[in-house]
């Protein structure tokens, strides 16, 4: 399964699933780190466009050819930039640009764009970092990078604490709904 | 007015301003040619003044305009029909400065210099610098996620924001930090034009301020080798701190306003600022000028004195032009740096057809365009000539992978925009996360993003009659 059309179907055809590598038992697994690769990279830009497989390792690659970096180190090399993006905060979202996800109701949606400032609508690709699997399959991230040397801090990830308000829960609930209103991704 | 006698039963009455004369201050944002009188003006000085607005206003289905300096340029601001407008200017106080972690908690309405000017003394400073900063609050500036000739290196808003606290039209305080596990919700805030929540109180995150920093001032020939000349620099590995370009009409203008010194002969003007240890200014201030080689003039600049000079030019932009025209309406399209030079030559063609001139000042670095298009609203049906021609340019933006605004805001003013940038699904999800806030839909309704109808419509849309807009909640069949 390594197409936009392929995860359409499959997500379509599923009551449940689960994004992510390995299965937790409960649901079939969705599992995109085939679909990798650059989709667009211009150094002059800043600005790459991922696939949501591409491995950090693949990433760092890539840009380091053109002397560039992400804007922080990530030190797990074997992550996707779609594990990155689901499970960071603040300090990686500083980077992202746009996504193109797919809702639980199996349709593509593009959020945010490919140029470093953009104020048109809500920062829906910044709001869905962090968002663990459970609103939107994440297909394509662009991300704002830098030269190397400007790309000295290491990425810290976030802390596991952190208890909910019923506000969070009200918003969190609302939010999944809009996107994934059958409640696909557990 | 029943409304209006329980706003005073709890407020004092000098911050509620109600009648035709106290009301015309407030009547529009820096976007001037769309105007609404409000229903009142409520300048509250403490949160809970806030939370006493909100809920007379929920109990009363009456929709609230926060507003900071009112100098937003897209109709952010502009006062709804029998609205009450929330002026947080009164709120401007500086609560702490922590210089070791290098955060400031403030309230919304603190100017954004300001907030430098407090900090200075540690030798730190707020880095986004909207042109407005002198005036614009730091409410608005999360509100619009603002900008500034800085941006390129040291973020946007949202980079530049720690925390906030918020209130939600139901009176709940809810604060959003960086640190937060979970959605996004403090970069959802940013930008959100005031359709989500109210800020009460913001957590900045300060800059050292860099020690030293020249200016390279460059003319070409023609705008294609400007912006190679854009690209050049990017491609070789320097962020400068500021990396701005402007045509020859807004470099005419700007040096007859400032008498800057800038090359009134160029076609394409490069100011390239350079900041940090004195010694790697100095290489890169080197290594710049060789990539220069295709200017047809070049200075550096001498001193501090003279920096600022060079600076002074670009920031009056906008009034230098104001001066040449009744009437100038500023376009905010971003676009990727590559299709520079060939989206200027574009604009230029239109402005023939248009009869219409345009200066175009650029945030070169990120892409950002500023086209000022000059007209006179005097001239029957030059108004809707100008919203038509600014509408192609941010069609254009879209077409070649940008955007409408890059730091402006969508308002009221580029509700059409929104229709060629996004699709149904996608605006409707913005509809729902609105919806999801502000579930009573009383908090700037009908702002940043369009109803769909609109945008089926707006093939055959009327356009505003003598800079009157038919409102944007209204169904436009």
């Known amino acids: ?186 | 007015m029943k409304f209006i006698d329980e706003l005073l039963r709890e407020l004092p009455e000098d911050i509620v301003l109600i009648g035709e004369e106290n009301t015309r201050p407030y009547e529009c944002d820096a976007l001037t040619i769309y105007r609404q009188k409000p229903l009142a003006i409520v300048l509250p000085r403490n949160v809970e003044q806030i939370k006493y607005v909100l809920k007379i206003c929920k109990d009363n289905k009456i929709p609230i305009v926060t507003r900071g300096a009112g100098t937003g340029l897209s109709g952010g601001a502009l006062p709804l029909e029998g609205c009450v407008v929330l002026g947080l200017s009164k709120m401007d106080k500086i609560h702490s400065i922590d210089p070791k972690r290098a955060v400031a908690t403030v309230d919304p309405g603190v100017r954004n210099l300001a907030i430098s000017e407090a900090v200075e003394s540690h030798g730190l400073y707020f880095a986004p610098d909207p042109s407005s900063q002198i005036a614009c609050t730091i409410g608005g500036n999360i509100a619009e996620n603002a900008g500034g000739v800085h941006c390129l290196k040291y973020g946007l808003t949202v980079n530049n924001i720690q925390s906030i606290t918020m209130l939600t039209l139901d009176g709940q305080e809810y604060k959003l930090s960086r640190e937060d596990k979970g959605l996004g919700l403090l970069a959802l805030m940013n930008g959100s034009e005031g359709l989500l929540g109210v800020i009460t109180q913001v957590e900045v995150k300060l800059m050292k301020k860099p020690i030293f920093a020249k200016l390279i001032m460059a003319g070409f020939d023609s705008v294609a080798d400007c912006a190679n000349a854009v690209t050049l620099i990017i491609k070789s590995g320097i962020i400068p701190a500021g990396l701005e370009m402007m045509d020859s009409f807004a470099i005419q203008a700007s040096e007859e306003f400032t008498h800057a010194g800038y090359p009134v002969d160029a076609r394409a003007l490069l100011l390239c600022e350079l900041d940090g240890d004195k010694e790697q200014v100095e290489i890169e201030i080197n290594q710049i000028k060789e990539l220069l080689s295709n200017a047809s003039t070049l200075k550096v600049s001498a001193d501090e004195a003279e920096r600022l000079l060079l600076w002074k030019g670009r920031k009056s932009a906008f009034p230098a032009v104001g001066k040449l025209s009744p009437d100038y309406y500023c376009i905010d399209g971003t676009i990727p740096k590559r299709h520079l030079a060939s989206v200027l030559e574009q604009i230029s063609k239109w402005s023939d057809q248009y009869k219409l001139r345009v200066a175009n000042v650029f945030h070169a670095g990120d892409g950002n365009l500023h086209p000022l298009i000059l007209y006179d609203a005097s001239v029957e049906g030059e108004v809707e000539k100008t919203e038509a021609f600014g509408l192609e340019i941010l069609k254009l933006c879209v077409e070649v992978g940008g955007t409408i605004t890059g730091e402006h805001g969508v308002g009221i003013e580029k509700l059409d925009g929104m229709c060629h940038q996004y699709n149904d699904q996608e605006l409707s999800v913005f509809h729902q996360i609105k919806k999801v806030f502000d579930p009573d839909e009383l908090l700037n309704p009908g702002k940043a993003i369009p109803v769909l109808h609109r945008c089926v419509e707006l093939g055959r849309k009327m356009h505003p009659h003598n800079g009157n807009l038919p409102q944007p909640e209204l169904e436009n069949i």
């Open chain 1, 1 to 186: 399964m390594n197409s936009i059309s392929e995860f359409q179907h499959f997500i379509k055809q599923h009551d449940q699933l689960h994004i992510g590598t390995e299965s937790d038992n409960t649901a079939p697994c969705l599992n995109i780190s085939g679909y990798s690769g650059v989709v667009e990279y211009l150094p002059e830009e800043l600005v790459i466009t991922l696939r949501a497989g591409t491995t950090i390792r693949q990433v760092n690659a890539i840009l380091g050819d053109q002397n560039q970096a992400l804007i922080f180190q990530i030190k797990d090399l074997d992550q996707t930039i779609g594990e990155v993006f689901s499970c960071s905060g603040a300090q990686f979202s500083d980077s992202v640009l746009g996504v193109q996800i797919i809702n639980g109701n199996g349709e593509v949606m593009n959020f945010g764009g490919r140029v470093l400032k953009n104020v048109a609508g809500y920062d829906v690709s910044r709001m869905l970092v962090g968002s663990q699997g459970k609103l939107a399959l994440i297909t394509e991230v662009s991300l704002k990078v830098l030269p190397k040397k400007f790309a000295l801090e290491f990425y810290e990830g976030v802390s596991e604490s952190g208890k909910r308000s019923e506000l969070d829960k009200r918003l969190f609930d609302g939010l999944k709904k809009i996107f994934d209103p059958k409640g696909v991704f557990v």
